[in-house]
């Protein structure tokens, strides 16, 4: 967003099938975006050529041309590398520098330390491999740079962003046809939530609660007030938790006793708390821990209303089934709740409300219902009801009249910082953290169907340190951090290298992977740094605590929702 | 590679036959070597690896040759070698009858219980079996299988023992001490194979053009078939240029005889004239029409004229490779075919610079493993390329996107075998010979219960009636009951209708069809009604169950020819059950994506029109 001016994927998915080069950077997307990774098959089936820039050998890196195993936390060091190499043999795109961009020779002289030898010493690349992915990113006729919380979940993994725009402004890889930056969302509607305003600092279409004219008008069409302050991030939230000035939290289809980093100090936090409601469609971990729960309906089949995808399209769901028991529309157990509060909102449609949301947003203002319907979804900005869509963005940085350029795009200029969470002689193994195929985040929404390619909770090693520890596949073992200790089957994954661990955060309830984890923050995106904790781990003749979780929830169950209510 | 189940490791074997056949074991730990330091960083797989594809099913073959089943760590290791996930492989490895996922013993043997054998015996050899034997299973050693194209000596038996290397041999007619013996002391223990020569009773008989070599000449000597014109043919269509070749083959009006019976010059104009290249070549020797053996007769005893029809073929279309894909169940044509391929390289005609032209051409034999459907004009590609044997859908036609989406020419045997005769006396010439719609001498696969089944060539324009006779006709004492022409895919005719021409164009005034040349004749013992279950049986095991009409519409079909049989009495039930055999006839028919769906019913939709079988008022 500082960069381009805008928080989104660039491109629409089917631009990647029209991809002559594919990087997957700090991505699985073979298991972890299996959808999106269908157009990416199909670019691939075309003839397109594939990076993967991972420190695991993950199923993506399987199907690449190239797999480059970089060390955990060294992204920003290897896109420097990447970056000075594409200076130095002469392939940046001077036009598109020269016309769109600001801070270029700041750029080159950040990039000058990095010499292939320096980048490969630092990264544990070899020098020919970035040499390759440099010359072939730069030569490529339309290139997808792709990432995912590989990049986005350490402590500076907005510099870790930057770091991947800035080749991209370099070479001109964006703004046109097929060529982009693609951050694959995580989860469903996740781009649509901050569109929406799920973000402290934001009004609905990007527009900033600091702003006075973006503010004032949605003051004038809700008839209040509002502060001019932003609200607490998640971990900001959670500091204040500790310093007791949070009391009261109302947690809307989260699990962060499961989700967050350093699990146990964040179910401490809940715990301590005076007041919590959960609202989900499940009864997960955390709404275990609230004093009330209000059972929502489940937004893809019980209710009205749209969804945003990675690409920035909105598309409509209507409700297909009448929710059980008590659940309630999101929307109308919070107007139920203003209700209570003595603020008498009016009953209105999902139609309603989003023309309302259209009125407020300009980049929303042409997406009727009507012609969200008529054409199966459309893409933001998409200001005129009968104007053209957008597949993909920034084009406007090609314009040769500069007044249509509009705000150039500024190289970052950043640092390269190595993780949080040392290694060193009591932790000397690197754990990462991902998804598998089977699975779906904690669990909660997945866990219920089988699969026979499930592993369940386990810590996968590398053949080397398998050897080394005298482990046998399926033996438990413990993996212990600085924050924690977890029980877990050791699985023999020669994707690692010697000193690399990896666990996947789907199977909580079995081995609960970020009670080791450290919350060590972006200081803007405020995600924490799941992707590298020191960890040992010690050969153990233990069983797995079986510990009931099912019966324990159960037995709760009664007693919440008869509070909710 | 992804998608795998587990972590199985192939057996030594196993690995030894994969590394043979795919050259290896590959460099470093991500190829099947040793892993390294490097391997901790880098891996390239991607193209480069993918390009290899298509020998999954070499590999496949090697293990299951080797060991006589691939185990999890053989698919396993498969997909590592070739860049594909397990349970891609495992698809490939349980779409053809011949592998086997499950440990099986390293001797089975396959017994015939397809119709021609049914006609002779199959039957009580399969009651004796069970008896001495046990039950129909890999694990006792036996197998029913459908048609292995040996049907002039019916009933017949494949038996094969896994090994380095593995021991394959037909046996027919088989007998039950036979079986036993190859089950027991293994197949080498068997009396050697019948020659190729008792396939074709003409053998020897003056004016045979594609026969002529049968029989004659030692199959595994290029000096012999040099000696009886061989590649006068090439050396002829070397004096043209490329385009004149094609022109003289569409002016000989060679129709394919595989069964569509599609104009062969139009075939090769069209592909040449696609400026898309490489350019391929493929012979179809996936010989599996029930009752179809005509080729195999030319593969076992005259295996260079498929070299130079090939070559020839090759030059006229602008191919520089050419795959002759061979039904797995002929173990002797395949070495003579390898052996061919091998001598004629040697010296010169093949490989590079073939006959001091400057024109290269190469061949390669691409075993198939047991799946009828292979043998349509598609699956046949994916197949080659290492993929289930399911047919494409038509546009886009293989003369644009064939094999490796490649203009590819796809002929049958016999067909090609026709181009060095029409190369060498000329396309006006060859004109002579036959009809005006049906051009040059024809193979015929007679089989059943006559004196004399085997191989028969025939000008275009015998009566079904004059090649029963040649055959010998049914044995003394014994009437004629039907015949079906065609194969499975084909239809009955009843015993009246002998006055049928054997011509394209006269089998289709009466409602019939050559299909592949088979003509097989059912004297009164035959229970005409099993024989019918049998084809229904056939497509429904042999469908590959890509489309709904066909996988569903041949599951259908034999419940109701079963319930039929069952209900002889209630003629109300039959009455509905026949009309629910015209339904998904027609459905099948009309709505198939290949060949197989469409003409699954034509043997039934005859039986019942034709012969009267299922008379709904019967």
């Known amino acids: 967003m500082t960069v381009f001016g805008a928080g989104g994927g660039t491109s629409s998915y089917n631009e990647i099938e029209d991809a002559d080069l594919i990087i997957f950077w700090g991505s699985n997307a073979r298991e972890a975006h299996p959808i999106f990774f269908h157009h990416a098959l199909k670019a691939i089936h075309k003839g397109a050529k594939v990076y993967a820039v991972d420190p695991r050998r993950s199923k993506t890196a399987e199907w690449a041309d190239s797999w480059l195993g970089l060390d955990v936390?060294?992204?920003?060091?290897?896109?420097?590398?990447?970056?000075?190499?594409?200076?130095?043999?002469?392939?940046?795109?001077?036009?598109?520098?020269?016309?769109?961009?600001?801070?270029?020779?700041?750029?080159?002289?950040?990039?000058?330390?990095?010499?292939?030898?320096?980048?490969?010493?630092?990264?544990?690349?070899?020098?020919?491999?970035?040499?390759?992915?440099?010359?072939?990113?730069?030569?490529?006729?339309?290139?997808?740079?792709?990432?995912?919380?590989?990049?986005?979940?350490?402590?500076?993994?907005?510099?870790?962003?930057?770091?991947?725009?800035?080749?991209?402004?370099?070479?001109?890889?964006?703004?046109?046809?097929?060529?982009?930056?693609?951050?694959?969302?995580?989860?469903?509607?996740?781009q649509g939530g901050g569109d929406m305003g799920a973000i402290p600092k934001n009004l609905p279409g990007f527009q900033s609660v600091e702003n006075r004219e973006h503010r004032e008008k949605f003051e004038r069409m809700w008839g209040v007030t509002m502060p001019p302050k932003g609200g607490l991030t998640l971990s900001e939230m959670m500091e204040a938790m500790d310093e007791g000035h949070l009391t009261s939290v109302y947690v809307i289809g989260e699990n962060p006793v499961q989700s967050d980093a350093d699990t146990t100090a964040v179910a401490r936090r809940l715990q301590n708390l005076d007041h919590l409601v959960v609202q989900d469609i499940f009864l997960t971990k955390t709404a275990s821990f609230a004093d009330v729960v209000l059972p929502s309906t489940a937004a893809w089949c019980e209710s009205e209303g749209t969804f945003t995808n990675s690409e920035r399209r909105v598309q409509l769901v209507r409700k297909a089934l009448e929710p059980p028991g008590s659940a309630k529309d999101d929307v109308e157990i919070m107007r139920l709740i203003a209700e209570r509060m003595g603020y008498v909102w009016p009953i209105q449609t999902a139609e309603q409300i989003w023309d309302e949301l259209r009125a407020l947003s300009p980049a929303h203002h042409g997406m009727s219902y009507r012609v969200l319907e008529e054409r199966g979804g459309v893409q933001w900005p998409f200001p005129d009801e009968n104007g053209p869509e957008s597949p993909f963005l920034h084009g406007r940085l090609w314009e040769k009249d500069p007044e249509k350029r509009g705000r150039l795009a500024p190289f970052g200029i950043i640092e390269h910082r190595l993780p949080v969470d040392k290694l060193n002689d009591e932790f000397p193994l690197r754990l990462t953290t991902g998804r598998r195929l089977t699975d779906y985040n904690t669990g909660v929404q997945s866990g219920g169907f089988n699969s026979p390619i499930r592993f369940g909770g386990c810590v996968d090693i590398s053949p080397e340190d398998m050897d080394r520890l005298d482990l046998n596949e399926g033996e438990v073992v413990r993996v212990s951090s600085r924050r924690g200790t977890v029980l877990a089957p050791a699985r023999l994954d020669p994707g690692l290298r010697p000193g690399l661990l990896f666990m996947a955060c789907n199977f909580p309830d079995d081995v609960d992977v970020n009670s080791l984890t450290i919350e060590a923050n972006d200081p803007i995106s405020k995600t924490a740094e799941f992707k590298a904790t020191a960890v040992k781990v010690e050969k153990t003749n233990e069983p797995i605590p079986e510990e009931d979780v099912v019966a324990e929830t159960t037995e709760r169950e009664g007693s919440e929702l008869a509070a909710a209510k | 590679m992804d998608l795998k189940f587990s972590n199985a490791e192939p057996f030594a074997e196993e690995r030894d036959a994969i590394d043979r056949r795919l050259g290896g074991p590959g460099e470093g730990g991500w190829h099947g070597g040793d892993r390294d330091e490097q391997d901790h960083r880098r891996a390239h797989t991607g193209h480069a690896a993918r390009s290899r594809r298509h020998l999954v099913m070499e590999a496949l073959h090697a293990v299951n040759d080797r060991v006589g089943w691939i185990s999890p760590g053989a698919l396993n290791y498969i997909g590592k070698r070739l860049s594909v996930s397990a349970a891609d492989v495992y698809s490939v490895a349980t779409f053809y009858a011949l592998f086997s996922t499950n440990m099986r013993p390293k001797r089975v043997v396959h017994v015939c219980t397809d119709i021609a054998c049914m006609a002779r015996g199959s039957k009580d050899l399969c009651a004796s079996l069970e008896k001495r034997l046990g039950p129909a299973g890999a694990m006792n050693g036996w197998k029913h299988s459908p048609c292995l194209g040996v049907c002039e000596r019916a009933p017949a038996a494949l038996a094969v023992e896994a090994g380095d290397p593995p021991h394959e041999h037909l046996i027919g007619p088989a007998s039950v001490e036979e079986v036993a013996l190859a089950l027991s002391a293994g197949p080498a223990a068997l009396a050697a194979e019948a020659p190729p020569i008792m396939a074709v009773p003409q053998a020897g008989q003056e004016g045979l053009m594609l026969l002529k070599r049968v029989g004659q000449v030692d199959p595994e000597s290029l000096d012999d078939y040099l000696a009886t014109d061989g590649y006068a043919g090439l050396r002829r269509a070397f004096e043209m240029e490329p385009g004149k070749v094609v022109s003289e083959v569409k002016d000989s009006r060679l129709m394919g005889r595989g069964g569509a019976a599609f104009p062969a010059g139009i075939k090769w104009e069209s592909t040449a004239k696609q400026p898309a290249t490489p350019r391929y070549l493929v012979c179809n020797a996936d010989e599996s029409e029930?009752?179809?053996?005509?080729?195999?007769?030319?593969?076992?005893?005259?295996?260079?004229?498929?070299?130079?029809?090939?070559?020839?073929?090759?030059?006229?279309?602008?191919?520089?490779?050419?795959?002759?894909?061979?039904?797995?169940?002929?173990?002797?044509?395949?070495?003579?075919?390898?052996?061919?391929?091998?001598?004629?390289?040697?010296?010169?005609?093949?490989?590079?610079?073939?006959?001091?032209?400057?024109?290269?051409?190469?061949?390669?034999?691409?075993?198939?493993?047991?799946?009828?459907?292979?043998g349509e004009e598609t699956a046949i590609f994916n197949s080659i390329e290492g993929y289930r044997g399911e047919p494409r859908s038509k546009p886009p036609f293989p003369f644009e996107q064939g094999l490796f989406n490649k203009p590819t020419v796809v002929n049958n045997v016999e067909t090609l075998c026709n181009v060095p005769l029409i190369m060498q006396m000329g396309a006006a010439q060859y004109t002579k010979i036959g009809t005006e719609g049906s051009t040059g001498p024809k193979l015929f696969c007679v089989s059943g219960n006559l004196v004399r089944p085997g191989v028969y060539e025939v000008p275009f324009g015998a009566t079904l009636g004059d090649v029963l006779e040649l055959a010998g006709g049914v044995p003394k004492g014994r009437t004629l009951q039907a015949v079906l022409l065609g194969g499975a895919a084909g239809v009955f005719v009843r015993a009246d209708e002998l006055n049928i021409p054997l011509t394209f164009e006269g089998v289709r005034a009466n409602n019939a069809t050559l299909g592949s040349g088979v003509i097989m004749a059912f004297d009164d013992t035959v229970d005409l009604s099993g024989i019918l279950l049998r084809v229904a049986r056939f497509f429904r095991d042999e469908s590959c169950g890509q489309c709904v009409p066909c996988r569903v519409g041949t599951v259908r079909q034999e419940e109701a020819l079963l319930r039929i049989t069952h209900n002889r009495q209630d003629a109300a039930a039959k009455g509905r059950d026949v009309q629910l055999l015209r339904d998904v006839g027609l459905v099948m028919k009309d709505s198939s994506i290949c060949g197989l769906g469409q003409a699954a019913w034509n043997a039934v939709e005859s039986a019942i029109d034709r012969l009267g079988l299922l008379e709904e008022s019967r």
Request: net charge negative.
């Open chain 1, 73 to 190: 936390g060294t992204d920003v060091a290897l896109a420097y590398g990447v970056g000075r190499e594409i200076i130095h043999a002469g392939l940046v795109n001077e036009e598109f520098v020269a016309n769109a961009s600001t801070g270029f020779e700041d750029y080159v002289a950040a990039c000058e330390p990095w010499t292939l030898e320096v980048t490969s010493r630092e990264t544990g690349v070899p020098a020919e491999l970035i040499r390759e992915l440099a010359h072939d990113y730069a030569k490529a006729e339309r290139a997808q740079l792709c990432w995912t919380l590989g990049i986005t979940e350490h402590h500076n993994g907005t510099d870790n962003v930057r770091a991947l725009c800035n080749l991209a402004l370099l070479t001109g890889q964006i703004g046109r046809w097929g060529a982009g930056l693609v951050p694959v969302r995580g989860q469903n509607n996740v």
């Open chain 2, 290 to 374: 029930p009752g179809t053996f005509k080729d195999r007769a030319i593969l076992e005893g005259d295996p260079f004229a498929l070299i130079e029809s090939m070559t020839i073929a090759g030059y006229a279309i602008g191919a520089e490779r050419g795959y002759i894909y061979l039904r797995g169940e002929y173990p002797r044509a395949f070495r003579m075919l390898s052996n061919a391929i091998e001598r004629a390289r040697e010296r010169g005609f093949l490989g590079a610079n073939i006959l001091d032209t400057g024109w290269s051409f190469e061949l390669e034999i691409r075993r198939g493993a047991g799946a009828y459907i292979c």
